[in-house]
């Protein structure tokens, strides 16, 4: 009887909760509903349902507060913290995962589709399973296949096809600046990037330059964009006639960080004649033109 009434007072003063989960690294959090008696820690493994059925995910965050966007009366309850059997069922399906990799891999060679499997995983109970792929098959490939593999695996199938970004944050690996991808590491949503970014900061065009490893612009790029916007409005437009110490002369390019402007005399004449000089952008003055 003390044991119910325990019970029963921990329930009844344990206050709700707004819970991230992901479900791969890095991946996007996803809101769920806690209270305060499960006393979960970032990193902690917990048992939730989704539209797939009962999946494990690793707990991001767990906050009282809850943003005005949440809608708190439509939030799935998280189950429970995750169980030993609990990941036992997990593992398993991390293996069985992986033979549904290969038995995917092997259809779509079979039937020529347009498509290459990227990650496959399964729900905690196995009656669902989720693949992502990227190509461009078409739909009556798609409905073929997922009967082909529903038939194999003994279970429900789901095929969604994803972009190359997502692609290079589930493949994983590191960039050109010698880091592991931001895509894998943290980054849970991909904002756009222009190429407008890349001349506002005076990166060079090359193709080598601005793509990363998934053949789209670096997501970097728009990282420091707004501090080159904010820094550039201080100096000269490139084009513009600036007077200096060594005379009148044209802006041919600019160095932003350092607050330096690149300066050809004499503005006008042959190239062979020009001379390219720095200075301190506080070291010249914009000569307006006539009206």
Known sequence: MTQQNTE?????HATPRLVGVRFQDAGKPYHFLGSSAMALTVGDWVVVETIYGEQAGRVAYATGKFPDYVQRDKLKAILRPATGLD????????????????????????????????????????????????????????????RRLASRMSCRVEIRTIGPRDQ?????????????????????????????????????????????????????????????????????????????EKGLGRVIDLDILKAEVIVEIPPHGPRRDRERFRFPADEVEVVKRKT
């Open 8 to 12: 029963h007072d921990t329930s009844a």
């Open 87 to 146: 990941m036992a069922h997990y593992e398993l399906m991390q293996k069985r995962a992986a033979r549904l990799l290969e038995v995917a891999t092997e259809e779509i060679e079979e039937q020529n589709i347009d498509a290459k499997i990227v990650s496959t995983e399964f729900t905690l109970d196995g009656r669902s399973a989720i693949i992502l792929c990227t190509g461009s098959p078409n739909k009556h490939d798609l409905a073929n296949l997922r």
């Open 168 to 244: 290079a944050k589930i493949l994983g690996g590191y960039g050109v600046c010698g880091e592991q991808r931001c895509c894998e590491r943290f980054l849970t949503e991909f904002q756009a990037v222009s190429i407008r970014m890349a001349k506002d900061q005076a990166i060079s065009m090359a193709p080598t330059d601005i793509t990363g490893m998934c053949g789209r612009l670096r997501c970097c790029l728009a990282y420091e964009h707004e501090v080159y916007q904010e820094a550039s409005k201080a100096l000269p437009r490139i084009k513009a006639r600036v007077e200096t």
